[in-house]
Structures are given as C-alpha cells and as structure tokens.
C-alpha cells in the first residue's frame, strides 16, 4: 500500500477515530487503526466491538492495499511531523514508512484482514438534523445518565420520534432531563435507547455548525450516524425504557421565575460545603420576593444565600442535592429561568414554555 | 477582626502565597493562610517551614486582629463570591464569617498566633535586577536540576555574583545549565545554592515586566526575594557546589550551526522512540552539509532525519539521549544554535557566542 495525504488531514482523521479506540483491552487489534485502501477512497477505522467510527481521508492512494498502525503510535507520530504531504507506505512484512520532508519513521503494522469490519446497515429513512442541533440536544440530556450501569438501561439515552418532533431522555433515578426538537419534516416513529458512550463520542466529532446535516438510520440493533464523510455505528441498547410520560406533571402550586446566574452562583458555592463522603442538603425556602439557599456541614462551614425571584402560588421550603440542580443550570441557555413545584416531597421540574426541556429533580429529606 | 477587600485582589493574593502551602503535611497549620491585620496592613501568609511568602492586601482594616484559614476552602470559597467588596469577619472562637453582597458564609479558622513567622533578614546590600530577567534565567536552568535528592546539591541551583554579573547553575550528573547576566552595577560577591522549589515558585509568582524589580537579600542560611508587595523567604541549601568552570572547556574538533526549529522538531519525534523504560541513544552522524539523526527501538520501531547545518572542523558520530537535547532547545531563544564537540566520548556544548548561555550535555554509548 502506498498513500499520501497532508499531515493536517491525517490529524483530523486520527482525531475523528481515535474515541472508538478502548482505553483497556485485552485484544491487541482493537487499539488499532485499520487504514483501507482497497477500493477508491482511503478510509481509515477504529471500534471497541459496541461502537465503530470510520471516516474518508482526502489524499492519494499510489497503490492499494489496507493495514493496521497502533493508533496511540501513529497519532503521537504524525503529531510531530512537518506540515507537509505525509507519505505512508508498507511492504508484505507489515514494515510501515512514514515519510515527510526530511524525515522518514518505521514502525511494525498489523495484518488488516484481521480487523472485523462494521456493520453494514440499509440506509433507508433517515432521520436528518443539523449536527448542531444534535450536538445540543446530547449536551442538555447526557448528565443525568446514569454513570455506573447497575441498571443497564440508566447508561442509555431515549432517542424517540412522534411525526415531526424528535426527543432524547436520560435519567439515573434521582433526575429526568428531557430535550425536544422540531424536525424538518414528518419522519418515521422509532424508540431506540442508544448507549451514552456512543453520544458523547458523537458529540465530541460533530461539527458545531447548523448547516452540517446528519443523517440517522436505525436497525432492530443498530443505529448509523452519517456526518458526511464520517459514519458512526453503534450497538443499541436492549430493553423497554422507563415510562417517563406518567412521571411528569404541570400541576403546581408554586412557581418561581430566577435570574439563572443568580441561582447557578450560589448553588457552586453550595458545592463547596457538600461532598460524596458528607452529603448535606441544600434547603430552599421560597418567600415572596425572594429564595433564601441554605446549606450547612459540621465540617467545613455553612452558607446562607438571598436571591431575588418573582413567585406565584404558596411559600415553601424544600431540599435538594445542589449538584443536579448545578447540573441542569449549566447546559440551560435562558437567561431567565422557572421552576415549578408541587410540595416539599414531590419533584420539582425546571421547563421552559414550550417545554423543549423539562428538568425534573427528586428532593431530599432535610432537617429544618 | 474585620478587614474588606476585593475579591480579585484576595484572589491574587490567595494565588500569590497558595505555592507556599506543602501538598502533604501531617502539620495541620501549615495547610492554612495567616491573615495578619494587626498593625496597618493586611497580610496573608503560607510557609511550609523550608519556604514562606507573604503579600500585602490592598483592603481596610474595620477591626484589628489575625487568623488562620485552610487555605484550599478559602481560595474554593472566595473563587466562588460574586465580583465585588468582601468582608472577612471573626470573633473570639475563631468562627470566621465572609460576606459579599448577598451571600454569608461561615467558616471555622485557626488561632493566628500559632502560626511561625518568616524568620526576618536584614535588608542591606541587595542585588537589584528585573523580574523578568530572573524568571528567564529560572526557566531557562532549572530544568537540569536533579529530580531525586540522592544528591542534595543537585535539587537546587547555584546562584553566584561576580563584580556586576550574575550567573545560575543547574546540574543533575548528565547535563549542566548555566544562564550568565549583565547587572546594572557591581554588587557584593555571593555565591549560594537555593532550592529548587524555591525557584519555581518564584517563577509562579514573578511578573513578566522588564520594569518591574527584585531586591535579593542573603544571609548564611536563607535568601529573601522581595519583590515590591510580596515577599520569598527560603532556606539554603547547606554545602559546597560543585566545580563547574573545570568542567567547561572553549576546545573543539567539530563545531555546527543549525536551525533550533528543525533540530528540534527531530528531537521531539525521536522522544517517541525512547522511555524510561526502554531508554534509546539518539545517534548523530555529523558531515559536511548534513546531520542525519537515527534512533531505533526493538519494541516501538525507528526514525532517521536530515538535517542541513553548517560545519567547521571533522565529521563526527555521537549519541545522546535525545531528552536532555530536547529540554536545552526548548528554552533558548535564539533562531540559530551553535553545537560544540571534541568527540563522541565527550559533552557537546551549546552555547552563544557571548557564553551568555551554556548547556553541557554528557555523550551516550551506542552501538553503530
């Protein structure tokens, strides 16, 4: 195989693969990067076995053929080239030279028939959004996934379509974020669960621009995520999701309107005075013009906070773990922000009007 | 007590001691900042015993007094406060209150008079120079000193005076750093060795501003860097340095000039073929026109680079570990360099032509 494609190219393919590679395995060819050029197009690829990402190189190919370069190796080598046309050439020993301007590297290659290729999948019925709005979409759900998988379904998102609205869930049992989305046109209705590794890898490779489409394609098994020129493929999570709907509630007998700075402010120095070791609560009392946020810990200090709001409805006073409502604050847009609540046992939910999000919180029981 | 100051300048000045403050210690105080408002001024200070700083705070004293405060939960805490006026209260049972605008926190501090004061030093003929000349001669050194302190010599760095010149040394048993400067007059003749902690906090902390100055203070034992605002006090190291000048030498049988840039853009993909745990010479073949670098390793795979430079004198083959190299190259500033040799069993030396700069790099076996 002989190709030749600029280093900054080889980069921005490297990249793409590279969150595909395992962080430990004990298969040797898995944290390798198959480098194809048996047909017209040089493509390179990387998979743990649950996820596959494959992109196309621009760049020549002189002679045929495909082989597997460590990727760790071949990043950190192509990192510390010239900018200039790298030329990547391998013998029938697996013998790989990397050549570029004055220099030329050898390292030892691994057969590419071994690699196991991605699934192939029917592209048929796309759904098509813009990578931003994707982009955006995993951001606002992807924290409240559950993070160890005690319950598998937890680690997934909810990806689901109902005629022209598209919307993603996550929930760890302590919080639901919930991220709706208009689409272009009417789509088909799908409910799969995609694993949360395979969204934030997604996340990570999509571009931040709106009129960059992705087009999704779904299997029984798989879900395919073509960004033009780069396609992800991953394993879907098995199971029945969580019935959310029945969760949700617009009942209320309190609702509070807040700057999102103001409270985004205070609940981090609340942070401060709460630990996974020492878990204290942060208790909100609601007035009529104001929120007072208290949180105490016999160890490190206490804080005591007054925040301007306007409010409908009763008084109240309710504990939460400062970290969700943080977490929810932090991928929030609005300036402005309203938080209903029912009573101090019952969720409260911060949602904007048309509810293209809802963030639901459990409380915490606390000792006033 | 009760003293208001600035958030930011509290930050500053929780930065500027924060270096003081030892990552372990089973001494509880020494985790904490002195806040000193007994006399005029607001001080805050950290020490770890070997090394102390103190800096004044612009801010009002309502209320005279002292206190300790854990360092780390301050500087969390005071990061977090909205940008404004601070105040900073305490009363008889050490029970420390911040306020800021609308937020109150409560801490508990420490009794103020147990911490150690900086041993005080008299403040009489000082070498006067820029903080930035002192960062650049810092920098551009201490990187060769040792790492373990098998040698307590080698963990920190020779600082001597000469008339109106300056010189540091570094040296771990392969390599020798020295960074020589002009002063603006003649000053007293000292030679010390401060440890190297001391210097690279001092980097931290020193401006970047040619107009900005350092007074430097010397007694037996410890040197006081004053720095208009903000003190260093440090111990020394106790011993006699090293004989650097009988190492140097002006002889050479091959002398090369080349570019920094392409030198070190090899040296930096040679790295990729060496650790610690499989250390490879790089081996230079010098000639007329050219130097090829070639390194291999049985595991990882080779490299081999040409490079033009100019040469005067004989050919020459010599290996060297290509890290000692790389550090050299990344501090000096010049475009061009000039390499020194005798032969492949003897130290190159880099160096300008006013020796303003010279770094000795000890030769490796390797097998041809």
Redesign the interface.
């Given at each position: 195989m002989i190709i030749r494609a600029q280093k900054t190219e080889l980069q921005r393919a490297i990249r793409t693969v590279m969150s595909a590679i395992p962080g430990k395995t004990t298969m040797d060819i898995l944290t390798c990067i198959l480098i194809d050029a048996t047909v017209d197009q040089i493509k390179f690829t990387a998979t743990d076995t649950e996820l596959g990402i494959e992109t196309v190189v621009s760049g020549e190919i002189d002679e045929r053929g495909l082989i597997c370069i460590d990727a760790k190796?071949f990043s950190?080598?192509v990192s510390?080239?010239?900018s200039s046309e790298v030329t990547i050439t391998t013998d029938s020993n697996l013998q790989i030279r990397i050549t570029c301007e004055?220099?030329?590297?050898?390292?030892?290659g691994k057969d590419g028939t071994e690699f196991a290729s991605l699934p192939s999948i029917d592209r048929e019925n796309p759904v098509v959004m813009s990578q931003f709005a994707l982009r955006e979409m995993i951001e606002q759900t992807i924290f409240s996934i559950a993070v160890n998988d005690a319950n598998k379904l937890m680690t997934g998102a909810l990806l689901e379509t109902n005629e022209n609205e598209i919307r993603m869930v996550c929930l760890d049992g302590h919080r639901i974020a919930i991220r709706r989305m208009k689409l272009d046109e009417v789509v088909p209705t799908f409910k799969v669960i995609i694993p949360g590794k395979t969204l934030s890898d997604l996340q990570k490779i999509m571009s931040g621009e709106e009129e960059d489409k992705v087009h999704i394609y779904f299997t029984k098994n798989e879900v395919l995520f073509d960004l033009e020129g780069t396609i992800v493929v991953s394993r879907l999570i098995e199971g029945t999701y969580f019935r959310i709907d029945q969760m949700l509630s617009n009942d209320f007998d309190t609702k509070i309107t807040v700057r999102k700075a103001d409270l985004a402010?205070?609940v981090?120095?609340a942070m401060?005075f709460t630990s996974e070791s020492e878990k204290r609560p942060l208790v909100v009392s609601i007035a009529d013009r104001d929120m007072n946020l208290k949180i105490n810990s016999p160890a490190?200090?206490?804080?005591?906070?007054?925040?301007q709001i306007t409010k409908d409805g009763k008084d109240l006073m309710i504990g939460f773990n400062p970290k969700f409502v943080a977490d929810a604050l932090n991928v929030i847009r609005d300036d402005e922000i309203t938080i209903y609540f029912l009573n101090s046992k019952s969720p409260c939910f911060i949602r904007d009007e048309q509810q293209s999000y809802v963030y639901l919180i459990l409380p915490v029981n606390f000792v006033a």
């Open positions: 190796l950190d080598i510390k080239l010239p004055n220099t030329e590297l050898r390292i030892v402010a205070s981090s120095r401060l490190r200090g206490s804080m005591s906070d007054d925040i």
